[in-house]
């Protein structure tokens, strides 16, 4: 199939945002590409602003970025500071840097308003509709919910973006993904999201651009449609999006770094263009019909070995591509389970639920309306709850979560990424399993030899209450 | 940036899909705000027999005798060979500044994650994609050959067995040209701000709101 020119009729979103942001075209079809929106955060970033002082370069344009710290800042005991002497330099550095360097917009570790990065940025309007927006973290495709091209790069392009504002970039392929029909109760935007990886592959989206599109995702939240775009990079692709309708506008309306009043309405008149046209032609296009999807749990060491939850672990000899076979045995030997074991019976260590993926307002909600009333089991060390930013913190107390989540034996945190990574205290021992809301099931990923088994926030609710993996549609 | 014309080198076989990033270098290393010293860490928990973090020295931990790299007929590799969807996970280049520090200058495997692939050019790292077949026999000959050495020539773009199967990789041209004369990007870029300019002035009546 062919892809559709800017000049034609049907146009993907895709194509739009490409268009409107090409600067300069080379001959061998890469073009010079404009970055409205850069987002910065402590683990990325210093080797881009030492590069940038070393070759004597300015910032091109300072408004432009968006920083924070989330990786390395604990949640708990804030006051007191960081503890590890390396993880300190490291966010004191991104201080220093902001300060050096004039940075405006900056929600350090003592801001009421601090957060993951995925979070802060379309809490505070900076993430708007028709941006380009960059981050030095590969889960930057999160900002694609809002009909923006949203994608994750190295350190070496943060640099590039910090002293040209644009980027070195050949425009990839489109891949729709269609979700028809209506999702059952206790489906969520994860399970939807886990269920599309399952089918298409870690590497299923590599070298394109992801459209999520169809009644059940038109149906999600702007914070549902913030979790599957989040993944898109764990299906392989660097950029997910979504069109904009009623609902991202109403979401953006009155954010702080939106635009207002008339300007407000006037964006909103161009946001509403960005959509596919019909007609539009994709690279490659799959269906998924959201009524047959189950609640999802990865049993292995790629967020594609994932299973519904009336399933059982599955058993390598099945498989007939002995690169995956081997790889199976090895996340079995791993992961500390057995071929035929039902999902139901594996009993878990540990609770996570935060993270850029399902730290927001709606989650939290989510959470709580599962575990209200009840208490975790006595074989569960230690569920916490980290929300996604200091503003989504402050909400749920207000609504009273957190009292909801204390009173069922969570712990409740201070925001950051926290035990997605791992890069603070939060982490897994060796050996230790654990139903998280987060994205990676990577070995080591939460912790060195920590077994991690990827839900949605209302299944590792329910697995903190039964101390094992639980249908959550029998609890609600 | 560091430039590849020409490159003959030991093959190491890494005989595992989706290596993720976090194996390739693990989290605890990315507290570092240099850009270099990555080397001893690569593949971390993979290559020692302990649990590694920032600060240990590294030459006195016990290494793990299984792991391919400890292995001796591979000891100075500096091409690694892979399967698909090598590089997925996180955005850190610390990835691609961990497997150059390491020694190597070129890996070959049938796939790429996107962001990995595009962080090792910057870094005059070259990654080769071949197909699954030509990957399954680099694998057998690796194997069945002490030493053996591949030569890689990015000018010709092909990989050969010194007198034996050469084989041609696509890769494109701009990425190419920046390799082969070792080109600062960055600079490359700023020839273009008079268009930066304008574009920017244009995209200020239009959309206003990007610029407040």
Redesign the interface.
Known sequence: MTQISASAASCTLYDKLWNAHR??D?????A?I?I?RHLVHE??S??AF?GLEI?G?KP??I?SIVATAD??VPTTGRQAGIA?P??R??VE?LDANIEKFGVPVYFGMNDARQGIVHVIGPEQGAT?P??TVVC???H?STHGAFAALA???????V??VM????L?T?K?KSLLIRVEGKSGRGVTAKDMVLAIIGKIG??GG??HAIEFAGAAIRALSMEGRMTVCNMA?EA???AGMIGVDEKTIAYLRGRPH??REN?FEQ?AQ?WRTLVSDDGAVFDRVVELDASTIKPQVTWGT?PEMVVAIDGAVPEPATESDP??R??ME?ALQYMGLNSGTPIEQIKIDKVFIGSCTNSRIEDLRAAAGVVKGRHIAANVKLAMVVPGSGLVKRQAESEGLDKIFVAAGFEWREPGCSMC???NDDKLSPGERCASTSN?N????QG?GGRTHLVSPEMAAAAAIAGRFADVRQVL | MEAFRQHMGLVAPL????V?T??II???F??????SGFGPNLFD?WRYMD?GE??VDNSRRVLNPNFVLNQDRYRGATVLLT???FG??????HA?WALQQFGFKAIVAP?F???FF??CF??GLLPIVLSEAEVDHLFNATLATLGMKLNIDLARQVVEIPGAEAYQFDV???RKQSLLNGWD??G???L??D??RA??AA?QT???????
């Open positions: 600067v300069h080379e001959p061998d079809g890469t010079l404009y409205d683990v990325t210093p080797q030492e070759a370069r091109w344009r408004h990786h390395n590890d390396i993880s330099l490291q550095t708007l028709g941006m030095g973290d590969s930057t994608f994750g790069i190295g350190t070496s392009e640099e590039h002293a040209t504002q644009c070195v050949k990839s870690t590497a590599t070298g990079i392989g692709a660097r939106a635009p300007e964006a161009y790629s690169v995956k081997d790889a090895r990574l791992g890069m990676r990577f070995e080591g990923r060195a | 005989d595992r899909a989706n993720d976090d194996a693990p989290k605890q990315l507290k570092s705000i240099k850009r928990e649990h920032p600060g399967r698909k969807n997925c996970g996180s955005s850190r280049e691609p796939s994650a996107d962001i595009n962080n910057k870094n494109e041209d701009h990007e960055i490359l870029s700023l273009q701000a268009k930066i574009y920017e995209r239009r959309e206003p709101w990007i610029f407040s």
